[in-house]
DNA sequence: AATTATGACAACCGCTTTTTC
DNA sequence: TGAAAAAGCGGTTGTCATAAT
């Protein structure tokens, strides 16, 4: 039987399913078979693949262990900030198209995206008490936590770049915003130079975005300063001031709302 | 020190779409 | 051209490590 260039053993679908299938995580040799066999035959054919290289798995077990773990260019690790920022804009557009989502991050998978959603942004919607696809959410997505985002990923390039060189007006715009007054709409970043972070590789196959050309991430669309700093009248601000804790800052990606400010925003979100 | 709760991530399930024959 | 198989996708569950009690 020769299945994709392969020849192996003709055993029947029937016959594999007859034969007790693994579940569960992998195991080293396990994870050691697929790669070789990978390595040697190349990918696709996902059933006779698993039979063909005598795991006891099925096809599709041994295709997501391979694209979201052994493959090679897969990404491991903390999600960046310019990740986090990226995930939250395109899933603003798009919703739970994790696959789609998963094309613009290089190395991430739609698996570890969907994780990241559910265990980081999730949770703060519960802790807002409203739900994820609630406006409210969404405009503190928004409003706040793309902004703060942003604050830190220039303030991540500027130390990076302070090092080697004097700041830059753009530096001394950012650091005259967040201390120029007390409003939130002052408080957040002009963010007028996002460019640099959304320079990933193209994906040419999808029609709608291109980062290269910019065509897609309109930056001055999606973050220009009117759009960050002027939430419409009534649907959030309520008021509210943001003064300077809101930006005091963590160093982890958690840390981006303290208690104060969820205590805040339940406020403002059950007034 | 033992138990319970929680978070993070890996893996599975069921359905839909695409490909193959 | 239609049926079957394979691949892809999103939702859900399971497992393990760690924190909290």
Request: charged fraction near 25%; glycine fraction near 6%.
């Amino acid at each position: 039987m020769e299945v994709g260039g392969r020849v192996c053993d003709p055993k029947t679908e029937e016959e594999t399913t007859m034969m007790d299938l693994r579940r569960g995580p992998w195991t080293v040799e396990e994870d050691l078979t697929l790669v070789n066999y990978i390595d040697k035959h190349g990918e696709g054919r996902w059933n006779s693949l698993a039979r063909c290289a005598g795991l006891k798995r099925t096809g599709k077990s041994c295709r997501l262990r391979w694209l979201n773990y052994l493959r090679p260019d897969v990404r491991r690790g903390n999600i960046t900030l310019e990740e986090q920022l990226l995930i939250l804009e395109l899933h603003s557009r798009w919703g739970n198209q994790w696959s789609k989502i998963a094309q613009h991050l290089p190395g991430r998978t739609d698996n570890e995206i969907k994780n990241y959603w559910r265990t980081r942004v999730q949770k703060h919607a519960k802790q807002l008490k409203c739900d994820v696809n609630s406006k409210q959410f969404k405009d503190t997505m928004r409003y706040l936590w793309m902004p703060r985002l942003v604050e830190r990923i220039q303030a991540a390039a500027n130390t990076s770049t302070a090092q080697m060189s004097p700041p830059t007006a753009a530096a001394d715009n950012l650091s005259a915003a967040a201390s120029s007054s007390d409003s939130f709409a002052a408080q957040v970043s002009p963010a007028s130079d996002l460019t640099d972070y959304y320079n990933y590789p193209v994906n040419n196959n999808n029609n709608d975005i291109n980062y290269q050309n910019q065509d897609y991430y309109q930056v001055n669309q999606v973050f220009n300063p009117d759009s960050l700093t002027s939430p419409p009248s009534g649907s959030f601000n309520h008021g509210l001031e943001f003064n300077s804790q809101w930006f005091d800052g963590g160093d982890t990606t958690d840390n981006l709302w303290n208690s104060e400010d969820i205590w805040c925003l339940q406020q403002q979100f059950n007034m």
